[in-house]
């Protein structure tokens, strides 16, 4: 398995270009980075496996993200490289990753992975070798206790948060008895599990709960399980079958009566909402973590990070209108990159032996403001669950595009901490 080394020597003139595009901060000065050794992370990737759509754009944005960092100067004062391993979308090889990034590479952490079966396989692994584990995922691992100080979720919001904050827009606007359609592993457990009590606490129903292997290719067996008494339809699907998944909704369906569909983005992540056989969603919503199309109202800070990043207005490749990206869920690598780089100047890292006093700078963090660094928007650290809270959109799919119709409060995303890793040993 090659490694790829990414992270050049910025020149003289790209620093000073990254400066006139406002990336520098102010007083700025370019160190001697041919005297400095550099700071190497290790990137676990999906580059292959059922996770492959999602690690292509991790990759596009770990590197967009590294660019500007090295541009701005760095991490003190000293260049950046990133080493990408790729994991097959696999708990065991996850684990192998790990070890190589560590032992072999001698990299200075290791983040990005974001399937939830994956991130449980590698994560005690990284608490073996007491290398900081920064997940780029969604699941209730991290600030439910499953996993140990060195694991942390600081870039991107976990499932628990995201369906807290947004069931009871769901009630309110679209019904209250639901029929949940979810992948057969971790990550679709956090859904059922807690979708279902916060539907429940809003005073709806759950009358149905379908679980789905997350390798399956085609769902007409399990369409039929849908009772008709359901109002509302809320599907999050993954791997490389969901545009067939969505496809066979449809055509189950048909132009008869359906229930509200709300679907997590995830289901249509990398797929063109243009595409054939998806006529029937125009009306429905979906959950996204960072609106996919630009919207009317997108800061300064979206709008230059779509461009580091190389994604148009609709969300797909500048140089490929087809190469859909994983947008709702590709910022999570640029913040924590940006994590990382506050994490290890804070502390003042220099090199392995500084590993848990990085943690333990990012267990002091709090509030993190919209900014080029925060692209999704504000967000807030709980130290103690190693876990971010931040705001989630609901879009709907008018003419074909998504349009944002609500945005949630970080407030409506918090539940009661389940776990204080500062009171655990490294």
């Known amino acids: 398995m090659a490694q790829d080394l990414i992270g050049l020597t910025p ?237 066979e909704l449809g055509e189950f369906y048909g132009t008869g009566a359906k229930p509200e569909i709300f679907g997590f983005i995830d289901s249509l992540e990398a797929v063109d909402m243009a595409s054939p056989g998806l006529e029937f969603l125009e009306g429905s919503h979906f959950w996204e973590g960072h609106c996919r199309v630009k919207q009317a109202d997108a800061s300064e800070h979206e709008i230059a990070y779509r461009a580091a990043v190389g994604v148009d207005d609709n969300g797909a490749s500048v140089s490929d209108a087809k190469d859909v990206s994983t947008y709702a869920h590709m910022f999570s690598v640029w913040e924590t990159l940006h994590i990382i780089k506050a994490g290890m100047e804070a502390s003042g890292y220099q090199g392995i032996a500084d590993r848990q006093k990085f943690v333990e700078a990012v267990e002091a963090m709090t509030e993190m403001p919209e900014s080029l660094a925060h692209v999704q928007g504000n967000k807030v650290f709980n130290g103690k669950t190693h876990q971010v809270f931040g705001h989630q959109f609901i879009s709907k799919v008018e003419g074909g595009k998504l349009i944002k119709v609500h945005t949630t409060s970080i407030e409506e995303s918090l539940y009661p901490d389940a776990v204080d890793y500062t009171t655990q040993s490294f």
């Open 11 to 247: 020149s003289r003139r790209a620093l000073l270009k990254g400066a006139g595009a406002g990336l520098l901060t102010a007083g700025f000065v370019a160190p001697v980075w041919a005297q400095a050794a550099p700071v190497k992370l290790g990137f676990q990737l999906h580059r292959t496996g059922i996770g492959a759509a999602y690690g292509r754009w991790y990759e596009r944005t770990a590197q967009a993200a590294l660019k500007v960092v090295n541009e701005a100067g760095g991490i003190n004062g000293r260049p950046v490289e990133i080493v990408f391993e790729d994991d097959g979308t696999d708990p065991k090889r996850g684990a192998e990753v790990v070890e190589k990034l560590t032992s072999q590479h001698k990299c200075d952490l290791i983040f990005g992975p974001l399937f939830s079966h994956v991130v449980i396989g590698s994560a005690p692994r990284a608490g073996e070798l007491k290398v900081p584990y920064l997940v780029c995922s969604e699941g209730f691992h991290v600030a439910g206790g499953m996993l140990n100080r060195w694991s942390m979720q600081p870039g991107i919001t976990d499932v628990r948060a995201q369906v807290s904050s947004m069931a009871p827009w769901v009630l309110a606007n679209l019904g209250k008895k639901v029929t949940m359609v979810f992948p057969d592993y971790a990550f679709g457990h956090d859904h059922r599990d807690y979708f279902t009590a916060a539907v429940e606490a809003g005073g709806g129903q759950v009358v149905a709960q379908i679980a789905v292997p997350p390798t399956e290719t085609s769902f007409t067996r399990y369409l039929p399980q849908i009772p008709n008494d359901t109002e509302v339809l809320y599907h999050v699907m993954v791997g490389p079958a969901v545009l067939t998944f969505v496809k």
